[in-house]
């Protein structure tokens, strides 16, 4: 659709939803089959902050726990690839459906929209990987002692890939912000209001995506906070122009 298309019907709105959701899903079956034949570098790539840990203490080690293991992991590798590799697609074709009901909204702006949105998604998912995962897992392991520890290379893989892409969604926030204000649906003033609920549901927010222990929770707590309050500026913004 045309950036500058506006005022279609209902029926036009539908057929055009149908076409960006099948933008979607090929892009997402593209870079899944893509991602099929790299999996197992991925794989590598994703056990790296995990394996760091296991190098160094010989009563840790990883394992395939069960003869399907390999196959059901290489799967759910290439469709979360298809995914995160798809974002940017993803992205491009949600706003690009939703910018008609946001009339004011230049193409200039669109795409820094756009562009931004794809940053905090890296950032997020670099979050996790870099920080949180390698932070909580030796917090978590420290509990074991010297005993032998066996992982499930399906678990571990399945947590690390659930938590980057939760986390690099959670880092929408800004642009959900945005949005919402132009169709004044939020303000600022609502935002600085209820501030102290939405550390509450932050710290909720945190037990559900992180892995099962407070250090992690209390670590995405801060970026969520901070990413709260730049949606308060970034709505301020949107009702001075």
């Not at 910018?99 to 979050?127: C, D, E, H, W, Y």
Request: glycine share 2%.
């Amino acid at each position: 659709m045309p950036l500058e298309k506006k005022n279609m019907t209902f029926w036009e709105h539908i057929d055009e939803l149908r076409k960006r959701l099948l933008y979607c899903f090929f892009s997402f079956i593209l870079f899944s089959v893509i991602a099929y034949f790299f999996s197992d570098t991925i794989k590598n790539f994703l056990m790296n902050p995990v394996d760091a840990y296991v190098n160094e203490k010989s009563n840790l080690r990883t394992a395939f726990l069960a003869p399907h293991a390999p196959f059901f992991l290489y799967i759910s590798i290439s469709i979360f690839s298809g995914i995160f590799f798809s974002f940017p697609v993803i992205i491009y074709n949600i706003l690009n459906f939703i910018k008609p009901a946001v009339s004011k909204t230049r193409t200039a702006l669109f795409f820094i929209v756009l562009i931004f949105s794809i940053i905090l998604f890296i950032l997020g998912v670099t979050f996790t990987y870099a920080i949180l995962i390698p932070i909580s897992f030796k917090f978590l392991i420290s509990f074991a002692g010297n005993e032998e520890m066996i992982f499930s290379i399906n678990s571990i893989t399945s947590l690390i890939l659930w938590s980057c892409f939760s986390i690099g969604l959670l880092f929408q926030l800004p642009i959900i912000a945005f949005f919402l204000a132009k169709i004044r649906l939020i303000t600022a003033d609502f935002l600085s209001k209820n501030r102290r609920y939405a550390i509450l549901i932050a710290f909720i927010l945190s037990a559900l995506i992180t892995p099962p222990d407070v250090i992690s929770q209390i670590i995405l707590v801060f970026p969520v906070i901070l990413l709260y309050e730049a949606c308060i500026f970034i709505v301020k913004r949107v009702q001075n122009d």
